[in-house]
């Protein structure tokens, strides 16, 4: 199929798009079949326009390993909501990197048939190439350092409808794959229990525009529950509107519960002191000090009075008898 039989793109549009250093791409809905490619991708990609008639999705082959799983599962998405935008670095047949930004949205012909149309464009800057390995140096390494610590960090755009990084911390607190969250990744919010998933959303999505730090639990896939406190910040646009989505989280699940223990140990305690008939007391070694009289204290006497009057002791002692 020629690109001139496309419905309504005539030869003057045709020959624009040759002439453009910007590749345009037509294939079929599910990219099954090349129907288009313009010269450019030959100088951008460096492999002829014949190979990609042949085999679609050679194009793919190029992506930057680091790029390759979340450019996938940008497509698959492609072909369910209808749009793409996404940058991305490639390797070329030289061995060269460049830099792409890639639109492609869905349409729909008169005769209900759906096209998928594709601009590409390098975005590389000039003479940069030693920058851009540096550049990828510094991120494996961050990205070795992530791995490597206790916490899970990610990167989502502001409505969560995307992830664009999270660490391997994520799948040892959270039980999942990252790969999981990359392609759906909502699932970071579904995993939270029923009882906080409420308190989280509102906080997320409210007036503080994801910006927060909070307790709060998950359920894991296989049943148990862990706490999480987690810090979220916001990246604005200079216009002032949401960028990207940071988060960072660790397992405290460890010291939320010897919290809940401490606790229940106390109101443990409390119950057994205002229903224990008997008079006891917590005071410093040198008695100046007292932390706690038990309530049936007020049973037997006036109502005691914490104080560091030894005086004061010293006849509650004598009217004890001791």
Same mark, same amino acid.
């Given at each position: 199929?020629?690109?001139?039989?496309?419905?309504?793109?005539?030869?003057?549009?045709?020959?624009?798009?040759?002439?453009?250093?910007?590749?345009?791409?037509?294939?079929?809905?599910?990219?099954?079949?090349?129907?288009?490619?313009?010269?450019?991708?030959?100088?951008?990609?460096?492999?002829?326009?014949?190979?990609?008639?042949?085999?679609?999705?050679?194009?793919?082959?190029?992506?930057?390993?680091?790029?390759?799983?979340?450019?996938?599962?940008?497509?698959?998405?492609?072909?369910?909501?209808? $749009?793409?935008?996404?940058? /991305? =670095? &490639?390797?070329?047949? %030289? +061995?060269?990197?460049? *830099? @792409?930004?890639? #639109?492609? !949205?869905?349409?729909?012909?008169?005769?209900?048939?759906?096209?998928?149309?594709?601009?590409?464009?390098?975005?590389?800057?000039?003479?940069?190439?030693?920058?851009?390995?540096?550049?990828?140096?510094?991120?494996?390494?961050?990205?070795?350092?992530?791995?490597?610590?206790?916490?899970?960090?990610?990167?989502?755009?502001?409505?969560?409808?995307?992830?664009?990084?999270?660490?391997?911390?994520?799948?040892?607190?959270?039980?999942?794959?990252?790969?999981?969250?990359?392609?759906?990744?909502?699932?970071?919010?579904?995993?939270?229990?029923?009882?906080?998933?409420?308190?989280?959303?509102?906080?997320?999505?409210?007036?503080?525009?994801? $910006?927060?730090?909070?307790? /709060? =639990? &998950?359920?894991?896939? %296989? +049943?148990?529950?862990? *706490? @999480?406190?987690? #810090?979220? !910040?916001?990246?604005?646009?200079?216009?002032?509107?949401?960028?990207?989505?940071?988060?960072?989280?660790?397992?405290?699940?460890?010291?939320?519960?010897?919290?809940?223990?401490?606790?229940?140990?106390?109101?443990?305690?409390?119950?057994?002191?205002?229903?224990?008939?008997?008079?006891?007391?917590?005071?410093?070694?040198?008695?100046?000090?007292?932390?706690?009289?038990?309530?049936?204290?007020?049973?037997?006497?006036?109502?005691?009075?914490?104080?560091?009057?030894?005086?004061?002791?010293?006849?509650?002692?004598?009217?004890?008898?001791?």
């Amino acid at each position: 199929m020629e690109f001139s039989d496309l419905p309504k793109i005539g030869t003057l549009l045709n020959h624009v798009l040759e002439s453009t250093n910007q590749v345009f791409l037509a294939f079929s809905a599910d990219l099954s079949q090349t129907l288009y490619v313009s010269t450019a991708y030959e100088r951008i990609w460096g492999c002829n326009a014949a190979s990609l008639y042949k085999c679609p999705n050679s194009f793919i082959d190029f992506i930057h390993p680091d790029d390759h799983k979340r450019i996938l599962n940008s497509l698959e998405r492609l072909k369910l909501s209808g $749009t793409m935008d996404e940058k /991305y =670095r &490639i390797v070329t047949t %030289d +061995g060269s990197i460049k *830099w @792409i930004h890639n #639109r492609a !949205f869905r349409y729909e012909n008169t005769d209900n048939i759906d096209y998928i149309a594709s601009l590409a464009e390098e975005i590389t800057l000039p003479n940069l190439s030693s920058i851009h390995t540096e550049s990828i140096d510094i991120e494996k390494s961050f990205s070795q350092l992530l791995d490597n610590l206790d916490i899970a960090f990610w990167i989502f755009a502001p409505d969560i409808s995307d992830c664009y990084y999270i660490s391997s911390g994520f799948e040892k607190i959270w039980g999942y794959s990252c790969a999981s969250i990359y392609e759906y990744p909502r699932l970071l919010f579904e995993s939270i229990h029923p009882d906080d998933r409420d308190m989280v959303l509102k906080s997320c999505f409210g007036k503080e525009n994801c $910006t927060l730090e909070q307790e /709060y =639990r &998950i359920i894991r896939p %296989d +049943g148990k529950v862990r *706490w @999480i406190y987690q #810090r979220t !910040f916001v990246v604005n646009h200079k216009n002032g509107s949401s960028y990207r989505q940071l988060g960072i989280a660790e397992d405290i699940t460890s010291r939320k519960l010897a919290e809940i223990s401490l606790i229940e140990r106390e109101e443990k305690f409390q119950q057994f002191a205002n229903h224990a008939e008997i008079v006891f007391w917590v005071c410093n070694l040198d008695i100046s000090n007292f932390y706690y009289i038990s309530p049936y204290v007020g049973y037997v006497t006036e109502p005691f009075l914490y104080t560091t009057n030894m005086v004061i002791y010293l006849e509650w002692l004598v009217w004890l008898k001791i």
